[in-house]
Antibody, heavy 120, light 106 residues
Framework: EVQLVESGGDLMQPGRSLRLSCTAS????????MSWFRQTPGKGLEWVAF??????????EYAASVKGRFIISRDDFNSIAYLQMNSLQIEDTGIYFC???????????WGQGTQVTVSS | SYELTQPPSVSVSPGQTASIACSGD??????AYWYQQKPGQSPVLVIW???KRPSGVPERFSAFNSGNTATLTISGTQALDEADYYC?????????FGGGTKLTVL
């Protein structure tokens, strides 16, 4: 059974850093691209970042709103995807979901989400 | 940037057919995906590859995509289908989601 479990969400002050983890099981993690999304009541579902599988070079891509502040990475040996969030802003508040991606297709599995709150 | 537009809400009576539209420029030329999200839960893929249902998704869910509109149809709608529904597509390597439609079964 495919499972994605996010962790690391917390209440943070603006400007601080936070790292989210997504631990995967039930599939060959290294064969898939992994993505992070966030959801807020006002902005709906927003793609944040994805990282290609090593087969496709392992390169990351970022939404304009987080480029230069967030870093996505992966540990294929331990089946974990990370999202390093730097220079947090209030607008980064939301529930962060980790997903498995079918290349240029749908996001077929989602984790349960982890809450990130940025507030002074 | 590419946009997908959905109605904020749709209402349907139990047992009737619900249709949720998603519009975008030349959307019919892309693969449109549909997700269901119930309160407090993560999104669940319900339609992919034009009109395929992942394992476990009931046959009453179907979709059609042509022109500028993709439509999710739920036949014989049940109370448990009440949820938010999102359409999604790719455009120039970018993920695009619609704003979501709240389906109310009353």
């Amino acid at each position: 059974e495919v499972q994605l479990v996010e962790s690391g969400g917390d209440l943070m002050q603006p400007g601080r850093s936070l790292r989210l983890s997504c631990t995967a099981s039930g599939f060959s993690f290294g064969d898939y691209a992994m993505s992070w999304f966030r959801q807020t009541p006002g902005k709906g579902l927003e793609w944040v970042a994805f990282i290609r599988s090593k087969i496709y070079g392992g390169a990351p891509e970022y939404a304009a709103s987080v480029k230069g502040r967030f870093i996505i990475s992966r540990d294929d040996f331990n089946s974990i995807a990370y999202l390093q969030m730097n220079s947090l802003q209030i607008e980064d508040t939301g529930i962060y979901f980790c997903t498995r991606e079918i290349p240029h297709g749908p996001f077929d599995y989602w984790g349960q989400g982890t809450q990130v709150t940025v507030s002074s | 940037s590419y946009e997908l537009t959905q109605p904020p809400s749709v209402s349907v009576s139990p047992g009737q057919t619900a249709s949720i539209a998603c519009s975008g420029d030349k959307l019919g030329g892309k693969d449109a995906y549909w997700y269901q999200q119930k309160p407090g839960q993560s999104p669940v893929l319900v339609i992919w590859q034009y009109n395929k249902r992942p394992s476990g998704v009931p046959e009453r869910f179907s979709a059609f995509n042509s022109g500028n509109t993709a439509t999710l149809t739920i036949s014989g709608t049940q109370a448990l289908d009440e949820a938010d529904y999102y359409c999604q597509a790719w455009d120039s390597g970018t993920v695009v989601f619609g704003g979501g439609t709240k389906l109310t079964v009353l």
